[in-house]
């Protein structure tokens, strides 16, 4: 039984973007990875001869598939235009260095049929498109990576992982650093504050010390004034002779 193109349309575009997997950028920077979109990747479909589909022994090939964005849309337009699901499949070939990748482009152009398998393992491939033959066969790569350019690889990995950790060791750094400044000067706001509070009260103190002393003072000469007036015994008329 043919595997229906509204079922094949479900299975291949209802999933998460990237397969749904968070790739680092220290892998993104070393392998290249980026993941067009499916609805660039129809735009871009839309823009080719149709009849290109309608053959059902056109062969389609992505030297660096990902998880199949471009091949699963393929995949469907080859089917929507006369091609049942396994002519379509045997059709697609794809290429990538990543095993996940790989994994995730077979997964999604098999579309659960499992007794399938056999083609999408034929047909889509881990290994390095720049090394690769394209004959599909099983054979591993006629160019075999010289011991040279294995420790050249690993020495440019190594060194692209120390950078990354330099990069989140220094970010690290800058973090500690921004938050001690920002404590440091909530300390230095809440000394200024205190010191304020201490030179207020000073003053208040003073000024109260003043007021006292200028009372005792008023008070004392009060109490001079008092005693410096003169007690007469008698009238001033009297004393005086004055009628």
Not at 57 to 80: H, Q, W, Y
Not at 159 to 165: H, L, S, T
Not at 203 to 214: C, M, T, Y
């Amino acid at each position: 039984m043919s595997l229906s193109i509204d079922k094949v349309v479900d299975y291949i575009r209802n999933r998460p973007y990237m397969g749904g997997i968070e790739r680092d950028n220290l892998r993104v920077k070393s392998t290249g990875e980026v993941f067009t979109p499916t609805k660039l990747v129809q735009e871009v479909l839309e823009n080719m001869d149709i009849e290109k589909f309608k053959d059902p022994n056109r062969t389609f090939l992505d030297p660096a598939c990902g998880d199949g964005n471009f091949l699963s849309e393929v995949l469907i337009r080859k089917m929507e235009n006369g091609s049942t699901f396994e002519q379509a499949l045997s059709t697609i070939y794809g290429v990538d260095i990543m095993i996940d990748n790989v994994d995730l482009c077979r997964e999604r152009l098999l579309c659960g049929q499992e007794h399938l398998r056999h083609i999408v393992e034929r047909n889509i491939v881990c290994v390095d498109a720049l090394k690769y033959h394209y004959r599909f066969d099983g054979t591993p790569c006629d160019v075999v990576e010289t011991k040279a350019e294995k420790a050249a690889r690993i020495k440019k990995e190594r060194e692209a992982v120390k950078r990354q950790k330099e990069r989140e060791k220094l970010a690290k750094r800058k973090k500690l650093e921004a938050e001690r400044a920002k404590k440091k000067a909530k300390l230095e706001r809440e000394r200024l504050k205190k010191q304020a509070k201490r030179e207020q009260d000073r003053l208040a103190r003073q000024a109260k010390r003043e007021q006292e002393k200028l009372a005792k003072l008023a008070e004392a000469q009060k109490r001079t004034n008092e005693k410096g007036k003169v007690k007469l015994a008698v009238p001033f008329s009297d004393l005086f002779g004055y009628q």
